[in-house]
């Protein structure tokens, strides 16, 4: 699939790193380091702007390695990117851990992926179908 895309960034474009990868890096693009304190939400410009098919959306995520390693992570996991958004992604982050995070200019922040979804239409109706669960949920099925 071919997707338009702007790169007003200093970087190059997302990409997959491996023939299996889902999800492309997203850098940041800003002049100067950033620093983020414990519990602290920041949004990082990136310089780029997409133009998604109808069907489609971009879902933002959080890198494992900065989650686990520096407690690092996507705010709105995933975020959303509409079709119909023209505007420049921007990744909200929080730093969950105890320690200051500096972000500096290309810094792998989170990543991106791209896929399809519907729009469901409501049948409204009085009673649902029965099934062995039932209304059974938040490790209703789990092991005891």
Excluded: C
């Excluded at 494992?64 to 079709?83: E, Q, Y």
């Excluded at 119909?84 to 851990?97: A, F, K, Q, T």
Aim: proline content about 5%; glycine content about 10%; charged content about 25%.
């Amino acid at each position: 699939m071919k997707i338009k895309i702007v790169n007003l960034s200093k970087h190059d474009l997302p990409k997959y790193e491996t023939s299996a990868s889902a999800g492309m890096d997203l850098r940041a693009n800003i002049e100067v380091p950033v620093r983020i304190k414990p519990m602290e939400r920041i949004l990082v410009p990136t310089g780029l702007y997409i133009e998604l098919p109808v069907g489609y959306e971009a879902q933002v995520r959080p890198r494992s390695g900065l989650a686990l390693k520096k407690g690092i992570t996507v705010l709105n996991s995933p975020g959303t990117i509409d079709a119909d958004y023209r505007g420049e992604i921007r990744v909200i982050l929080i730093n969950l851990s105890t320690n200051v995070f500096e972000i500096t200019n290309g810094d792998r922040i989170a990543q991106m992926v791209i896929t399809s979804h519907v729009q469901a239409k409501w049948d409204e109706v009085e009673v649902l179908t029965e099934t062995t669960r039932g209304a059974g949920g938040f490790g209703h099925t789990g092991g005891k």
